[in-house]
């Protein structure tokens, strides 16, 4: 399978952000994962609309923007409009009327969907959505923080999403997000899962360049 690695700007210095995606981006980096808190939906308070703005400016890499905030179909309009390539939300987050009209809306705008599930959230809960998904995020960590340990438990989740895409919608992507490393992607490229997304294993380490050749090459199994 073609693995994509999205390293997280969660744990990139903010102050120097544009050079630090450049950087990733000359490491071979696919796409530029952009965590969004609001301090309601997850316990912690990133960044927002502005800064997907300057990133678009900056950047012609492709912006996979992950909303950990409340009643996301407030707002993915306003992401789209500022730059984001796919806007993911959560699916605990809102309303089943108002996720598919927000699905709806990110397409109308040309851009990509993806539903996120928090680790205590059935795989499952994505089937009615799944003809309008292009990727699916299953977390491997609380959402919220950088830095946590990955979940082996939700190894068997990403294996059923697998099988669910591979049956429906064979063209979604599946994310997998929290606690990814030369370690765990192997265990995460084994369920199915095919994008990565690696904040501290990727910014955490000096040679962010070196950092993703790691993780691609132990995901190449
Ligand atoms: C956590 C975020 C992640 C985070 C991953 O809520 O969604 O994208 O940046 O960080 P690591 O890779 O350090 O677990
Ligand atoms: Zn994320």
């Given at each position: 399978m073609d693995i994509k690695i999205a390293p997280s700007i969660?744990?990139?210095d903010f102050v120097r952000l544009a050079d630090e995606v450049e950087e990733i981006r000359a490491g071979g980096a696919d796409y530029v994962h952009v965590d969004v808190m609001d301090?309601?939906?997850?316990p912690n308070i990133s960044i927002g609309i502005p800064v997907v703005k300057s990133l678009r400016k900056a950047t012609d890499m492709f912006l996979d923007v992950h909303l950990m905030i409340d009643r996301p179909h407030r707002y993915v309009g306003k992401f789209c409009d500022a730059g984001a390539d796919l806007v993911c939300f959560h699916?605990?987050?809102?309303?089943p009327q108002d996720i598919l009209a927000a699905l709806d809306e990110i397409k109308a705008k040309g851009k990509k969907t993806a539903l996120s599930v928090k680790p205590?959230?059935?795989?499952?809960?994505i089937l009615p959505y799944l003809d309008r998904l292009d990727m699916v995020l299953v977390m491997t960590?609380?959402?919220?923080?950088?830095g946590q340990s990955f979940m082996a438990d939700m190894l068997p989740k990403i294996r059923g999403i697998r099988a669910l895409i591979n049956e429906y919608k064979p063209s979604c992507e599946l994310e997998v997000d929290g606690g990814i490393d030369d370690k765990t992607a192997p265990l995460v490229v084994d369920a199915g899962a095919n994008v990565l997304v690696a904040g501290s294993a990727v910014f955490g380490r000096p040679d962010r360049a070196k950092a993703i050749e790691d993780i691609r090459m132990a995901a190449a199994i």
């Open positions: 969660l744990s990139a301090g309601l939906f997850v699916v605990e987050a809102d309303e205590k959230t059935p795989g499952s809960v960590v609380e959402p919220g923080f950088g």
